[in-house]
């Protein structure tokens, strides 16, 4: 018998298939992607048509050895990760690493958009080749966001911070929420006025609103007037229904979910976020056990953007339709929803796989999230096959002449419900959905009046409003955006609005997303430097290439050329806006040749500043007839700041030559990372004398060495490895670095962690200065009275006169009165102190012999 080998991406996708295919199938689980572009290189041959250069991913490396293994003894290898561009990619690169493995094997692909019995069956009986257009496209992204990712963020190092990342959709997205921001800022609100009257009739009394005045829309926008109005409509001697019109009209279901509308869904009515939801959909779509013989797909494949329901699908639904709520809800033939034009035609909405496991049938099945989703999913899905309501739409107009001899009319709309159709099933409010300003209260009174029928004024009220600035995106409304942009696709929404906040761009106040500082900032330098790049525009007519790419239209490689030739323009162009121009660079180098005592290169982290060779250096790229960029030219003019002494004539001679504004910039920069720096220089010689010995810490890291621990969990997008994390704390404290407070902390989290695995706690809190349980008001009361005490020792130690000389142990400078001032500099402040301060404070003022 054949040996069969079929690979997926999950392990919960994989139990639930091997349960339906049976001991034949040997199934497992390739972990999501086996190969991609290297973590710390480029990893990109762009003078060989944009060759990637893939690795093996390391964290899959056992399972990747799992998997050649099986491989070795399959004689079918059947690929069946997710039918998309990403899974498409994962089965192209498992095939790539496999195939050396086994050469005899013959590779299927196979697809499905359901894990059910009848969807598995059909995909094995007949399996395809890969689709190596959708590889393409894939590939073509991978590519494209790395070139972008890879060459831009660069410059944002130099002028934001180390660190921090620009990418080809998340700056798009940032860029979004940051031009909202800034329209909500500049908003000026203005004045409005509405004019509310109740009107009493025959049938019983109704509300209306001032719609027009002689005919024509008004506008008030102060009190005076309004004032005016009002007096004019309280004298009106009569009133009389001047028209009255009853329009049917259909109310047609939203169409079943796609990967976008059930993000916006979720959030707004669930309070989901999108990576929550996807998450959550993922489960429901690997497989739930609901008593049914084995776990079971409910819902079709949620990452999708196409509204296209299967035959089966449809026939399924309306069998249930007719069965539980009557002919009367089944419309004469399906519904047809139309997809936009880049929706992947062979994929389908997000249904329930089977519409008679209802919410309530499957409810003691599933957890609570996972309950409240698949119930969104099923009601909308069967709304969406339902017929439509049926209401009646009754407009109501009241004329009367008022004092000031001008025509007013007010207006009353009611609709009213007189077939509920698919409302009987979904009925939900949505985010960002227009919502009628009606009066349902009086909708059975309206129906009742008559033309020309007389009406008494009853009450008359002028409600002064304002206008009230754009709102602040949601997820669910920048997913929305996003989609009616054309920028992203249905696997990558919920990826772009959880990088945005997980890189601490973008913040959430009260579920709204908002900008932090960091975001403006690297939003501002892009849109300054490259803004046709992070173009929605632009970014939109790549997603159209990338789709092309997949349809076989384009050639991947010829669309990274066309795409590279322009960006490579764009890139040069933004490095070198705000370059120097004319002939003040070569100016200020020849006059830079005055300095003749240059300061010894100093090491900062893995890099070495050297003043004389960056010097050198730029003078040898200008002597060759290159252009300096921005940053260069202001490096420049710090350094002749910091060397003044030797430039006795620099500020007569920066006016001479036409950068007086930039010298005196720089400046103020200079004066400004001198006083960071010395603040840092201060925090960490403080940070030094609070440690905890060296001697001290190897006591704990010995303590702390047999503690069993647990394996490595993910969180957000990376793993954490506590067992790595500690050796790397004792590797660096064996080695004479000092601990900052934040790993100190960090150490102390793991010890209270594992404290019942740690022979002596209690040495260990001591020396890393743990707190104990205390009652809230017992803590609190022992802060104060720490403080109390720290105050007073730093008034006692303020009246030292002579301090010990600093010295140097095991390469650590320790100086009582720099760790001293610090201290006190920050009690001025109203800081509290930590436990690690307080103690070396004591033992300060105890060598002082001050209690």
Known sequence: MDNKLVIVESPAKARTIGKMLGRQYTIKASMGHVRDLPARSFGVDIENDFAPQYEETKERGKNLSDLKAAAKKADEIYLAPDPDREGEAIAWHLREILAGCNKKAVFRRVTFHEITRSAISKAFQTPSELDIAKVDAQQARRVLDRIVGYMV???????????????????????????????????????????????????????????????????????????????????????????????????NSAPPFITSTLQQAASSSLG???????????????????????????????????????VEAQKAAREFIAANYGNDYLPPKPPVYRSK???QGAHEAIRPTDVNLTPDKVREFLNDRQYKLYTLIWRRFMASQTAPAQQMRTTVDVDGTGSDKSIYTFRSVATVTTFPGFLRVYNIQEEGSEEEDENLRDAETLKALHQNDICSLSDLLGEQKF??????????????????????????????????????????????????????????????????????????????????????????????????????????????????????????????????????????????????????????????????SAPQWEALLRLTVKYAEQLPDMLSFASENGFLDEYQAAAEDFAARQAMLKEWQEKREAAIAAAPPQDDLALVFNLMKAIAWKAPEKGGRRFFDEKKFFESLRDQAANGRVLSDKQLNALGRLAERYKDQIVDFVKVAEILHLETAEDPAEKQGNAGNAMDEADHLIEELKKIKTWEEPRKIRGRVYDDKVFFESLAKQRAAGKVLSDKQLAALKKTAAKYAVS
């Open 272 to 310: 989901f976020s999108a990576s929550s939801t996807m998450k959550i959909a993922q489960e429901l779509y690997e497989g739930v056990d609901v008593g049914t013989g084995g776990p079971l797909g409910l819902i079709t494949y949620m990452r999708t953007d196409s509204v296209a329901v299967s």
């Open 467 to 628: 206008t009230e600035p754009p709102l602040r995106f949601s997820e669910a409304t920048l997913i929305k955006e996003l989609e009616s942009n054309g920028v992203g696709r249905p696997s990558t929404y919920a990826t772009i609005v959880n990088t945005i906040q997980e890189r601490k761009y973008v913040s959430k106040d009260k579920g709204k997303l908002k900008p932090t500082e960091l975001g403006f900032r690297i939003n501002d330098y892009l849109v300054e430097h490259l803004p046709s790049l992070f173009e929605v525009g632009f970014t939109a007519r790549m997603e159209d290439k990338l789709d092309q790419v997949e349809e076989g239209k384009v050639q991947w490689t010829e669309m990274m050329k066309a795409f590279y030739e322009k960006f490579e323009k764009l890139l040069q162009n933004a490095k070198t806006l705000g370059a120097p121009q004319g002939k003040k660079v070569g100016q200020l180098i020849d006059m830079m040749e005055q300095i003749k005592e240059w300061a010894a290169p100093e090491k900062s982290g893995k890099r070495v500043y050297d003043d004389k060779k960056f010097v050198n250096s730029v003078r040898t790229s200008y002597n060759a007839g290159k252009t300096l």
């Open 341 to 343: 034009a880049s929706a």
């Open 153 to 251: 963020s660069p410059l944002l190092w130099g002028r934001i911070e180390k660190g921090v990342s620009a990418g080809r959709v998340q700056s798009v997205a940032l860029r979004l929420v940051c031009e909202r921001e800034r329209s909500i800022l500049a908003f000026q609100p203005e004045e409005y006025w509405n004019f509310l009257a109740e009107f009493e009739a025959e049938p019983g009394n109704f509300h209306c609103r001032l719609f027009k005045i002689d005919n024509n829309k008004f506008e008030v926008s102060d009190k005076k007037n309004a004032d005016r109005i009002l007096k004019a409509v309280r004298g009106a001697k009569s009133w009389k229904v001047a028209s009255i019109e009853s329009v049917p009209r259909k109310k």
